[in-house]
């Protein structure tokens, strides 16, 4: 008989594109969106978490770039049953589609408009690179039922608040609003009706930002070189076709005063053009009466956001200050929210027109962005550490502990081999404890706790003369009755 071949083992390692998340990071990301919470519930919007599995057909295809029916998101098939094929299913690639699936489906039971903001994972079967993962999390802040560009205004004066909030200083960032009936106007004017050729165009404006002014130019003609040097076809229009996309491009760098009346004339006749214009003037008007000036919230032509579904004025937050990328050149940092009006998605649920506008915050994007600027990312601080001197006293050393958590403090027993001392004490180091106490027979005979301070100990073995080292000693005996109010002395004493 053969012999069965034994199973390999699994390889410990993430999958490609993902990644795992420790607790300083969770810790971080928990307190940043309780910021983020309080600022949306301070607008007035409720929150809703929604199932992180949609049916394909619900979540639609408007992902940019995506021809095949489910590329760009993690896709199966129910089983069938009987005659009936199963669902498709997939995981959701952002937390707007599934909000109009909500609303289609309870918006009898709903107030309108309705106000919601959601946090959480999303997911996309995109290729994963530096610092851009296929599970991230967002979120999100919107308004269904409000046809009025005021709620537009809202959500970017909103988006200037949150930035703060979480620690990004007024200068350090921009709002950019536009609006895609502009771009139509734009569009009509060249004449270019829905298709292939007007799909491309829109794509190519969507890379102004990596290409820029020229980049943009050869790509709507014949096309360009990229970096590789690889040729990238254009789109084929003549020099009078794209100039009215470079007009409309360019209007706040060429004429920053007057980007308005730049549209204007970009737009020409085109109803839905001047529409747009006008929805961008109001907004202005609406953020300013608010005390939301350009130097907070800016019009930009230049921004028009990848995704398919919006409509209407559609907005983005850059941080503007410089980092180095990881060939040491100076950078600014990007983009790390955006959004916009997107009438038409819950139609497609009911058949009727349903006025949507919202924001989402890359959440991973906006905590890199503070690890930058220094706001957290510090060391943190872990657990007192209550030590084992004698295994058959566990009860007295859960006493200990259990009084310190009744104070509000946080701590834990060893639950290794209390065998040796010191192996707890690099335990309580490898934690970043900031207090390690300690009771042995002796002390428990005569009621004592040794209390030792490991961050005034780890600086004092750093620098100190020994003849310092025995005037500023890190470790106490107190009473044991005294544990709780000393810890917290020394507690108070290393926040100072």
């Avoid at 058959?392 to 200990?400: E, G, L, V």
Wanted: charge should be negative; proline fraction near 5%.
């Amino acid at each position: 008989m053969a012999k069965q071949k034994k199973q390999p083992r699994p390889k410990a390692e993430t999958p490609k594109g993902f990644r795992d998340y420790f607790g300083p990071e969770v810790t971080e990301r928990a307190e940043m969106l309780q910021q983020i919470a309080r600022v949306y519930h301070l607008y007035g919007f409720e929150a809703l978490e929604s199932s992180a599995v949609e049916t394909v057909e619900a979540l639609g295809k408007f992902l940019p770039d995506v021809d095949r029916p489910n590329e760009g998101v993690f896709a199966w098939q129910e089983d069938s049953e009987g005659d009936k094929p199963g669902d498709w299913l997939a995981l959701r690639y952002d937390l707007t589609a599934p909000l109009a699936r909500v609303y289609a489906q309870h918006r009898n039971d709903l107030p309108t408009p309705y106000r919601r903001y959601a946090m959480g994972p999303v997911w996309r079967n995109e290729k994963p690179g530096p610092g851009r993962f296929r599970q991230f999390y967002q979120c999100d802040a919107d308004t269904v039922g409000a046809p009025s560009v005021a709620a537009d205004a809202e959500i970017c004066a909103m988006l200037s608040d949150t930035l703060e909030q979480v620690g990004i200083p007024r200068g350090d960032y921009i709002v950019r609003v536009n609006n895609r009936k502009v771009l139509n106007g734009v569009l009509e004017v060249m004449g270019l009706e829905e298709g292939e050729q007007r799909d491309a165009v829109l794509r190519t404006i969507d890379k102004f930002d990596k290409v820029g002014e020229e980049g943009v130019r050869e790509l709507l003609g014949k096309g360009r070189l990229d970096a590789s040097g690889a040729y990238i076809d254009g789109v084929g229009l003549s020099d009078d076709q794209a100039g009215p996309v470079l007009t409309f491009l360019t209007a706040k760098k060429t004429h920053p005063s007057m980007t308005l009346g730049v549209l204007r004339n970009a737009v020409g006749h085109s109803v839905v053009g001047q529409e747009g214009v006008q929805e961008l003037e109001t907004i202005a008007e609406l953020l300013a009466a608010q005390g939301y000036g350009p130097d907070r919230v800016e019009i930009d032509p230049s921004v028009v956001r990848g995704l398919g579904y919006y409509t209407g004025p559609v907005f983005e937050a850059e941080l503007t200050f410089e980092i180095f990328d990881e060939k040491g050149r100076k950078r600014q940092f990007g983009s790390v929210a955006g959004g916009g009006r997107y009438d038409d998605l819950v139609k497609r649920f009911t058949g009727q027109a349903v006025p949507a506008t919202g924001v989402s915050i890359g959440v991973d994007r906006l905590l890199a962005a503070l690890r930058e600027k220094g706001r957290i990312g510090g060391a943190v601080e872990g657990p007192v550490v209550v030590t084992v001197m004698d295994r058959d006293r566990m009860a007295d050393y859960q006493d200990m502990v259990g009084e310190l958590r009744r104070a509000g403090i946080r701590a834990e027993v060893y639950l290794g081999n209390p065998k040796n001392f010191g192996n707890q004490m690099k335990y309580a180091d490898r934690r970043g404890s900031p207090i390690a106490v300690i009771e042995g027979g002796d002390e428990k005979e005569r009621g004592v706790v040794q209390i030792k301070d490991l961050i005034l100990g780890a600086k004092i073995a750093e620098n100190a003369t020994l003849e310092e080292w025995k005037e500023r000693p890190s470790q106490f005996e107190v009473p044991r009755a005294q544990l709780v109010e000393k810890v917290r002395e020394i507690l108070d004493g290393q926040g100072s």
